[in-house]
């Protein structure tokens, strides 16, 4: 069974770069495509983006200019970047493996999530 | 582009059914696969149904999806209900501008 669990700082400073790794155990990395998605403080949740294992990425349009996502296959770990943070990037981060088909895209299997709080 | 709407919150006694539904606002809900995830307080999300009807193993056969096209929506339904089903749920389709497109949510509560 697929695990993932993510990892990186709790706290990132206003203008800065947001960096999170999700580390897959359990299965190979190029059993789905990997998707970041966030959820601010009471609120739902957002989709970020996804990358497959051959660098392939799709990214949420309200946020393209500001993410990159990763892959590191001899590690099976995927990275999110998200630059220019500011306060309404704070929320949980959640990795999650999707699965893919001509005009459907859903989650299958997700990490715990960790928080991240922009704040100086 | 088009946006999934979702009543806030629902509640219904233990034992009984409940229906939750998600509604798309502009192309037809047929066009595209809907998902419901289950989000308990304090946990990540879990996939509940898939492709519309379908439920992951280990899902009880409580939980029920649908679809409808004359009313363009898709809907949850949870009969039997348990204190445990007590969590916010999220629908969420595919669109082609952008690939994931999630529900408000809505808050089941079981009293």
């Known amino acids: 069974q697929v695990q993932l669990q993510e990892s990186g700082p709790g706290l990132v400073k206003p203008s800065e770069t947001l960096s999170l790794t999700c580390t897959v155990s359990?299965?190979?990395?190029?059993?789905?495509?990997w998707s970041w998605i966030r959820q601010p403080p009471g609120k739902g949740l957002e989709w970020i983006g996804y990358?497959?294992?051959?660098?392939?990425?799709n990214y949420n349009p309200s946020l393209k200019s500001r993410v990159t996502i990763s892959v590191d296959t001899s590690k099976n770990q995927f990275s999110l970047k998200l630059s220019s943070v500011t306060a309404a990037d704070t929320a949980v981060y959640y990795c999650?493996?999707?699965?893919?088909?001509?005009?459907?895209?859903?989650?299958?299997?997700w990490g715990k999530g960790t928080t991240v709080t922009v704040s100086s | 582009n088009f946006m999934l709407t979702q009543p806030h919150s629902v509640s219904e006694s233990p034992g009984k059914t409940v229906t939750i539904s998600c509604t798309r606002s502009?192309?037809?809900?047929?066009?595209?696969?809907v998902q419901w995830y289950q989000q308990r307080p304090g946990s990540a999300p879990t996939t509940v149904i898939y492709?519309?009807?379908?439920?992951p193993s280990g899902v009880p056969d409580r939980f029920s999806g649908s679809i409808d096209s004359s009313s363009n929506s898709a809907s949850l339904t949870i009969s039997g209900l348990k204190t445990e089903d007590e969590a916010d749920y999220y629908c969420?389709?595919?669109?082609?501008?952008?690939?994931?497109?999630f529900g408000g949510g809505t808050k089941l509560t079981v009293l």
């Open positions: 359990g299965g190979s990395i190029s059993s789905y495509y």
């Open positions: 990358i497959y294992y051959s660098g392939s990425t």
């Open positions: 502009s192309g037809s809900i047929a066009s595209n696969y």
């Open positions: 969420q389709s595919y669109d082609s501008s952008n690939p994931v497109v």
């Open positions: 999650a493996g999707g699965i893919v088909g001509g005009d459907y895209y859903y989650m299958d299997v």
């Open positions: 492709e519309d009807n379908q439920r």
